[in-house]
Nanobody, 115 residues
Framework: QVQLVQYGGGLVQPGGSLRLSCVAS????????LGWYRQAPGKERELVAT???????NYAEFVKGRFTISDENAKNWVSLQMNSLRPEDTAVYYC?????????WGKGTLVTVSS
C-alpha cells in the first residue's frame, strides 16, 4: 500500500504563485509515474503534469510554461510549482502515483485563484 500526503494550496490572486507538495509512504517501486491531476467544479478530473522514474515529464497544454513538476531527486516526493495562476486554474488538485499496475491518489487540496 502507498499513502500520499499533500501539502500546500489555498487562495491566491490571479498572476500569483503556489507550490504543492506530496510525500509518499509505503511500498515503492523502481519504475513509477508521479504526478498531479485536478478537478474543477462540474468538470471531470484532468491531467496536469506527470514525471516518471526515467525523468520524463509531461504537461497538459494549458499549464505549459507556467507549471513545473519536480520529484526533487527524491523517490517519494513530488512538487508542483504553479506560476502565473489564472482563475480557471481553480480546482482541487490531486497527487498521483502509479506503479506495479496500481494507481494511488492523495486526498486533494483546493487551489482557488481569485481577486
Amino acid at each position: 500500500q502507498v499513502q500520499l500526503v499533500q501539502y500546500g494550496g489555498g487562495l491566491v490572486q490571479p498572476g500569483g504563485s503556489l507550490r504543492l507538495s506530496c510525500v509518499a509512504s509505503g511500498s515503492w517501486f523502481t519504475e513509477y509515474t508521479l504526478g498531479w491531476y485536478r478537478q474543477a467544479p462540474g468538470k471531470e478530473r484532468e491531467l496536469v503534469a506527470t514525471i516518471t522514474s526515467s525523468r520524463s515529464e509531461n504537461y497538459a497544454e494549458f499549464v505549459k510554461g507556467r507549471f513545473t513538476i519536480s520529484d526533487e531527486n527524491a523517490k517519494n516526493w513530488v512538487s508542483l510549482q504553479m506560476n502565473s495562476l489564472r482563475p480557471e486554474d481553480t480546482a482541487v488538485y490531486y497527487c498521483y502515483y502509479q506503479a506495479n499496475g496500481s494507481d494511488y491518489w492523495g486526498k486533494g487540496t483546493l487551489v482557488t485563484v481569485s481577486s
